[in-house]
């Protein structure tokens, strides 16, 4: 699915090299921890466990690279293995230690970690059962396939302002959730021929919005110029400085409709106009029984709806596994993947958004056997089958105990009858307003909040109603929030009050019943009659009343200006604590975090001191934007570092235009990351200096800037001993002595000054014929 490259070994590789400096204390844990995350590997609740994360595109997967994952979750995270809510799968409670060889591992079979977190490109969304299901307009897994391949290619996609989310979906019934994300496409068929409406800005979180539709249909050849185009966009206009407002749906808000949808497509026309973008692809690439017969309708027994789903294709089907809270024992995980090895024919798995799989293309007698292999671990019911985040036990960003909620509903309906455990649909349960569960799309759903209250905090869940995707998609309505303890009796009795009501859908159950929900949720939103129950103070299974204890900042935004501001921060303080203290160590240490500072936007991020002054001498003084003589400070700096010079207070001077340089080239960055501070105007000059002499045949223009008499003489002799008699050699040289000593000495070696330009800003260019 993946085209695997060198550079993406060498990620692999780069985590080993870092995990080691990290345990050896010589990295710092920011640094560390923006590299990591972007490759899929955060801390959890719990200092120095964590969570590695995936990429599964599409939720395309092979059984073999199912049964390494099997193998991996026995092996390194406890025996079990996440399923996620973007069609990933996760190894929880992993020691540092193990990251390498779980990565190391997975690119063997094709699978990378590569983007599934920080401000990066993230796993792209795909209907889990595109190309078989009865509704099916065409599958859309080729698309996703290629939108993939050519994103994870570009290094650029590894830095995004936040990330960027993209989904496709095979009909209306938007099972890819392209609706709720920064760019979605629909299948749809025009005139007969293939493509996509398409959604944008769309998101939950922080001011979540569903979508806007920003075409009514393209065609499918075209989805690369409208992926690079919202990136485009993103880049230019994302908030890099404020995380809380750089999705693309701020910039949307703050562009207003109208002139957001007019430089997207102004984005998009600048591209067609280049016109490289067009895509082709094999449409049957992921197609089993080509031959079938197509039906729009099959009949199932009753009871098994929620499991088994009759396929397009004639006499197959497809069954969903969906383990509680996506959490999946591998001992279980074997028992499907057995089954499917010892079939006599092929199949097809995805992961899906639901925290759960298919094994699809399943024939109709092998379906029902399948269902009988997981009823022990996977639901009937979509009560049961709800989505739950990982919650406060494992997210530093988690308030309350989400997934212990669900384990108390399921405990709470399991004994009622089978009519009452049918009336609620799948609930999608956030353990706090970051819907990591996606409530707000819910039919029915919760977050975790925290109520204070004179006797102590109470966790909370806000319900709300109604939330759906796709054309029409909306948002769920708030009711209330009600406390985590009453949740259960809350739930029960709306079971009961949709049962009496006759309605079979949801939908139609809340439209027609809102004033009865609505006057059943406040029985339970006015917390002053619970005060005094002290179990209202506890979450699920806690052990202690409900604090925030634990909680901080969450990692998955992490990037490369928090490694920027690290370097810039550190060069400050050593420069500071040099002025104070006088310790030319700090001097050097200021300069070398200077120099290090923006490395990380050219690919480079490295603890060796020459690594890094070479570097940065390639990147931002041979280009241009730091003046020459900085190079002659690195190499006195190096000297210092290996004990030839003891002294370097007379760099002063030259290493704090090199932090303040850095700084100003920091400060004007744009969206895209790129540095918009004009270039010096001396290295510039020198450059068309140097330029127009090689050119012509005239001289090579030497800097020996920084060098102070009588160093500087011995080194033009040493420049003029390289030419033959007769030819030219420029060189810059600093006002004061140097350009006073220099020229006598060189006449007495018997040398022709040519010219001395002095129009130049504290130096000089003087021209030397050879004798």
Known sequence: MIDINEGNYKAIEDIKEKSDQYANGTIDPVRFKAFRVSMGFYEQRKKETYMVRTRVPGGVINL????????????????????????????????LKSAYPIMKSLIEVGIITKGTG??????????????????????????????????????????????????????????????????????????????????????????????????DFIEDKNILYYIQAMKNLFEAEGDRTNKNKA????????????????????????????????????????????????????????????????????????????????????????????????????????????????????KEKDAGKLAGIISSFSSKYNLFNSLTC???????????????????????????????KDQLPRLYISGCPN???????????????????QNGLIPMYSVSFGGRVGSSAIMGEEYGDIPAKKILEFLHKLAELKLSSGYEDFYEFINNNEQQIRGLAAEYTNIE???????????????????????????????????????????????????????????????????????????VDSNKHREIFKEFEKNFIDTGYVKASIKNLFENLLDYKLGDIEDIS??????????????????????????????????LKQNE??????NSGEYKVVDFRGVKCPINFVKVKIELSKIKSGEKRGFYLDDGDPIKNVPQSVKREGHKIISIDSNYDGYNLIIIEKK
């Open 64 to 95: 073999k690279q199912f049964q390494c994952i099997s193998e991996l979750g026995r092996k390194y995270a406890d025996g079990k293995i996440r399923f996620t809510s973007r069609q990933d799968i996760q190894f929880q409670s992993v020691d």
């Open 529 to 603: 009659k619970f005060v005094d129950d002290e179990d209202i103070y506890y979450d699920f299974e806690a052990c202690e009343k409900f604090s925030l204890k634990g909680r901080g900042p969450g990692e998955c935004s992490s990037g490369v200006l928090d490694v920027i501001k690290l370097d810039l921060s550190n060069a400050k303080a050593s420069l500071d604590k040099y002025k104070e203290l006088k310790n030319d160590n700090d001097l050097y240490l200021s300069a070398l975090s200077s120099a290090r500072t923006l490395l990380v936007l050219r690919g």
């Open 650 to 683: 007379d760099k002063l001077a030259d290493i704090e235009y090199l932090y303040n340089k850095v700084k100003a080239m920091y400060e004007s960055l744009n969206g895209k990351l790129e540095i918009t501070l004009p270039k010096e105007k001396e290295v």
């Open 390 to 420: 990982v919650g406060a036990s494992t997210c530093q960003l988690g308030l309350c105990l989400s997934q212990n909620l669900l384990t108390a509903i399921k405990k709470e309906f399991e004994p009622l009858s089978d009519d009452l």
């Open 247 to 362: 999705r693309i749906r701020f910039i949307l808000k703050r562009l207003g409709k109208e002139k957001f949808v007019a430089r997207f497509n102004d984005e998009v026309d600048k591209l067609k106009s280049e016109g490289k973008l067009d895509i082709s692809v094999n449409k049957d690439e992921f197609m089993l029984h080509k031959k079938s017969n197509i039906v729009k309708e099959v009949k199932l027994s009753k009871g098994l709806e929620n499991v088994i789903f009759p396929q397009k294709q004639a006499g197959y089907y497809s069954v969903y596994i969906h383990p509680q809270s996506g959490h999946l024992q591998v001992d279980n995980l074997d028992k499907v993947l057995n089954f499917v090895k010892d079939l006599d024919y092929e199949v097809s798995i995805r992961t899906t958004n639901t925290q759960g799989f298919f094994i699809r293309d399943l």
């Open 689 to 694: 200096d140097v330029e127009k002499s090689e």
């Open 435 to 453: 819907s990591c569960a996606q409530h707000e799309k819910a039919p029915l759903g919760l977050h975790g909040r925290a109520k204070r209250t």
């Open 118 to 215: 920080g401000n990066t490109v993230r796993n792209i969304e795909c209907s889990p059962l595109s190309g078989v299901s009865l509704d099916d307009v065409f599958d859309v897994t080729p698309y996703m396939k290629a939108a993939t391949n050519y994103l994870i290619k570009d290094p650029t996609t590894m830095n995004m302002p936040r990330k960027y989310k993209i989904a496709f979906s095979n009909s209306p019934a938007d099972t890819g959730n392209a609706a709720i994300s920064d760019l979605g496409f629909i299948a749809k068929i025009v005139d007969g021929k293939r493509g996509f409406e398409l959604y944008g800005a769309g998101g939950f979180g922080g001011s979540p919005r569903v979508a806007i539709k920003l075409r």
